[in-house]
């Protein structure tokens, strides 16, 4: 259900206004609303293990809608922990949340892939890599179609450079990255927030993945504190210092297509997506004309 023309913009969860609270409500508002996409929140233990009847029922609406979805994997994965058996349970999150997201008609699974622990670069990423490799090829076999997403994180203790994810995904069939703007803008402590830079973060995608990658992004937008350490919470955008129409220009020029999700707080998110997608669709048409 990928756009061939653009981005579909998404919400990060059900939206405070859908009349039903379920997944299911949660992607029926959002394509009654008119839009494309919608990450559902698999983030907290209590959602590990979801019943096939839910999932079918996510996977109905979604289809009754024309809604993409993807799943945004548990927190607690962390592919160097120093203790194996919270990387034997990494690789379980990773598998059932991937079925599940199969089973939802989900294309993608999102999650942060490891914490750093004072080891140095390469030996964390190696682990990931390896972990990551083997599981792709474990959903691979028993056909279970769902792209792995390693996100870019928001601070420097968490694994997730954008050049640590694009080499992932070159490296593995099966793992494309997940782009966080927010998230690269507050783990380099207020930089990469221009025109300039969003056109660098894409051109240095296109050079490492291929056009193709440019033509199936998953994205993250929200806006961001941060100190020193990095990111702190997802703001607003008009509370936060995000230059998010430079980013829907830079997305525009390079003819970016695939999902972008909007983290913002949840209060205010139906009202940024509104102003993202509208914006975009407008900066499409000057574009076409
Ligand atoms: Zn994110």
Redesign the pocket.
């Known amino acids: 259900m990928r756009s061939t023309d653009g981005l579909r913009f998404g919400s990060a969860g059900v939206l405070p206004d859908a009349p039903k609270r379920s997944s299911a409500g949660g992607v029926a508002y959002v394509g009654e609303l008119g839009l494309g996409a919608m990450e559902i929140e698999w983030v907290r233990s209590r959602m590990r293990i979801v019943s096939d009847r839910t999932a079918k029922a996510i996977c109905r609406a979604a289809k009754e809608h024309d809604v993409s979805l993807s799943v945004h994997g548990v927190y607690y994965i962390n592919f160097n922990s120093p203790r194996a058996e919270v990387i034997e349970q990494s690789r379980d999150w990773v598998r059932v949340q991937a079925r599940s997201a199969w089973v939802a008609g989900a294309t993608d699974l999102i999650f942060h892939a490891a914490f750093m622990h004072d080891d140095d670069e390469d030996t964390v990423y190696e682990r990931v890599r390896r972990h990551l490799s083997e599981l792709a090829q474990e959903l691979q076999a028993d056909d279970i179609s769902v792209t792995l997403r390693p ?1 870019t994180t928001g601070k420097p203790t968490a694994f997730g450079t954008l050049d640590q994810v694009l080499c992932l995904a070159d490296e593995i069939d099966g793992v494309e990255p ?1 782009i ?1 703007f927010a ?1 690269i803008h507050a783990r380099n402590n207020g930089g990469w927030n221009t025109y300039e830079r969003f056109r660098q973060i894409l051109d240095r995608t296109r050079e490492v993945l291929g056009v193709a990658a440019i033509g199936n992004l998953h994205l ?1 937008f929200s806006g961001i504190d941060y100190t020193e350490a990095g990111e702190q919470n997802h703001l607003l955008l008009d509370d936060s210092d995000m230059h998010w129409e430079e980013l829907l220009q830079a997305l525009v020029d390079v003819g970016a297509a695939g999902t972008l999700i909007c ?1 913002c707080p949840m209060h205010g998110q139906e009202e940024e997506l509104k102003r993202l997608q509208t914006r975009y669709s407008a900066l499409k048409k000057e574009q076409n004309a």
């Open positions: 996100e997940c966080d998230h993250h983290e």
